[in-house]
């Protein structure tokens, strides 16, 4: 009777650490699958932006000629689109495991760089190849926009081989 409930009890115990481990396992699953969806949808406004960004250069490009105040404005839209870029890293840094952008990232080196001192031509000509470089490094012909399959580790060297590059261009 003694060595029937000693049995019994060592089968709820079983039983308990079994559910426990089950529902530590789902939990750890969901966090992971969290982290997934977080980090593609980071992928893709940071693609998003870079497209939007280029769009604006080649307008700049294109009505260089045009009226003064229209180029302006397109300027100060390319500096928005820059710093929400920054933004996006910034924010994934804190957010999204295994990312660690460098400090001094390309998009703020670019939004703070002054345009008169490189002369617009120039200035865009530069801001057009960095983000050119990054949005081919992150383009899947499959998908016909960002790779699903980037991983953080490769997202982070895009990065800061374009934050190379815009330390190279603008200092």
Do not use: C
Not at 60 to 69: A, F, G, Q, Y
Not at 123 to 142: C, G, H, N, W
């Amino acid at each position: 009777m003694r060595e029937q409930k000693k049995n019994q009890g060592v089968i709820w115990v079983i039983v308990v650490l079994v559910m426990f481990l089950i529902g530590t396992s789902v939990l750890l699953y969901q966090e992971q699958e969290a982290d997934k969806r977080a980090f593609q949808s980071l992928l893709n406004r940071v693609y998003m932006e870079i497209d939007s960004s280029l769009n604006i250069t080649s307008f700049i490009t294109e009505n260089h000629t045009t009226d003064d105040e229209y180029v302006e404005r397109l300027f100060i839209n390319l500096e928005v689109r820059l710093n929400n870029i920054t933004t996006l890293l910034e924010f994934a840094d804190r957010t999204v495991d295994d990312t660690n952008f460098p400090n001094g990232d390309f998009a703020r080196i670019a939004s703070y760089t002054s345009v008169e001192d490189y002369g617009e031509a120039a200035y865009l000509r530069r801001v057009q190849e960095i983000l050119t470089d990054i949005k081919e490094a992150m383009y899947s012909e499959e998908h016909n926009q960002e790779d699903p399959n980037l991983t953080p580790e490769q997202f982070n060297t895009i990065i800061e081989e374009a934050t190379d590059q815009a330390w190279q261009y603008f200092n």
